[in-house]
């Protein structure tokens, strides 16, 4: 079986447009949940989210191109375009034949839905742009790229709602593990800051109206956030042969359910996953160092993910240190996962951990290594990362130095 690294990171969020901007603001703690500014937010009860700012479309895109791109593919392929730069791959049109892209997303274009929703239904027009359906589609942004770079590999999308990118991330380590390609392009994409989506997101009443602080005493909720990070993974062998820059390996993946429950997350499912991505890596507790948790800020989420956490790793040598960088970029639904990859790379890379932001008092009920408020110097040789998703959805990815 194949080694697979990866080679290129790109990235645009609440905290920044590209990979730099957004990791020398977590690394500062940095949050970047604020007031909203959407249409309609008066009618809203929730009126805060991680919303990407300063951000002109058209610098990036052409007035045609944005005819047939929802904010979703916009990201997606922002993302995409500094990842293929970093990674210095020279894509051949022998390369092009395999190289695939698999990007992962909850909601798809939620807002040219909901644009046309409008038109439709409050407005009674009777006719919607043609390529309404194109754009909304949840394919559209793994497609896009993949029509951008003219790339015919194995090219899809994944929604399996907060752990859709994670789920991305694995399989394209699988495709590359097994041989059926040497590079693929993987993350995921998020843009549901809309009047509707919010909307609906308050029905479920897990939305904080002031901020999200996982692990804290007072955490009443997630905040949402929207944006989209994209990596490039390659063989290994092939990686070194060309001479990349390798930022880290993927050393082992998990996908599992719960089969349980519809929302609410299960202590047996979540230490299920930790434990399957552990067997994959084929490594002991011992050998973490750092945990990006899912930690969305809800009571629940954080109290099951810290008691499994707890369980499979209180009785090893060394605790792991453990931070939500949610805390910072908002609960980026389909895309947090790999929003937070990032959070681990960097990690590996500079011996930092990410803080957990806004905390004023720790949970006495959380039994672990919360790394609050600041970020903290410590040595990282390994690192997981968690996605928990509604549905009993759970995948979670681990990471290592090379």
Not at 46 to 75: C, M, T
Not at 83 to 100: I, K, N, V, Y
Not at 286 to 295: C, P, R, T, V
Request: proline share 2%.
């Amino acid at each position: 079986m194949n080694r697979v690294v990866i080679t290129g990171r790109g990235a645009i969020s609440a905290l920044g447009h590209s990979v730099q901007e957004i990791n020398s603001a977590m690394v500062s703690g940095i949050c970047g949940i604020a007031e909203l500014e959407i249409r309609d937010k008066s009618r809203l009860k929730i009126n805060v989210g991680a919303q990407i700012k300063n951000y002109n479309k058209s610098i990036f895109f052409s007035e045609f191109e944005l005819r047939f791109l929802d904010p979703f593919s916009q990201f997606a392929l922002i993302a995409a375009k500094e990842a293929l730069s970093e990674s210095g791959l020279a894509l051949t049109d022998e390369l092009r034949e395999f190289t695939g892209v698999i990007i992962g997303t909850g909601g798809g274009g939620v807002t040219t839905q909901e644009e046309n929703f409008r038109l439709v239904f409050q407005e009674n027009v009777n006719k919607v742009h043609p390529f309404a359906i194109p754009k909304m589609m949840l394919n559209a942004a793994a497609s896009n790229i993949a029509n951008k770079y003219e790339l015919k590999g194995p090219t899809y999308s994944l929604s399996s709602a907060c752990s859709s990118s994670n789920h991305a991330i694995s399989n394209a380590y699988s495709l590359i593990r097994s041989g059926e390609t040497k590079v693929m392009i993987a993350g995921g994409s998020e843009a549901m800051l809309t009047f509707g989506s919010l909307k609906a997101w308050e029905g479920l009443r897990v939305m904080s109206k002031t901020g999200c602080r996982p692990f804290c005493s007072t955490r009443n909720g997630l905040v949402q956030g929207e944006g989209s990070a994209i990596f490039v993974l390659e063989d290994y062998d092939y990686a070194k042969q060309r001479g990349a820059h390798i930022f880290a390996e993927i050393l082992g993946c998990s996908m599992t359910s719960d089969g349980a429950d519809l929302v609410s997350p299960s202590l047996n499912g979540v230490k299920k996953a930790m434990l399957k991505s552990l067997n994959s890596a084929k490594i002991n507790p011992d050998s973490i160092d750092y945990i990006n948790a899912h930690g969305t800020g809800t009571k629940i989420n954080d109290r099951v993910e810290s008691n499994a956490i707890s369980e499979i790793f209180s009785q090893t040598s060394k605790q792991p240190l453990v931070s939500s960088t949610k805390s910072m970029h908002g609960h980026v639904m389909g895309a947090s996962g790999a929003i937070e990859l990032l959070s681990c790379i960097y990690s590996l890379n500079h011996n930092v951990i990410m803080p957990t932001v806004g905390c004023i008092d720790k949970d006495p009920e959380i039994d672990i290594n919360v790394v609050f408020n600041e970020s903290r110097d410590f040595v990282v040789d390994t690192a997981l990362s968690n996605s928990f998703a509604f549905g009993g959805l759970n995948s979670v990815i681990i990471l290592r130095t090379v």
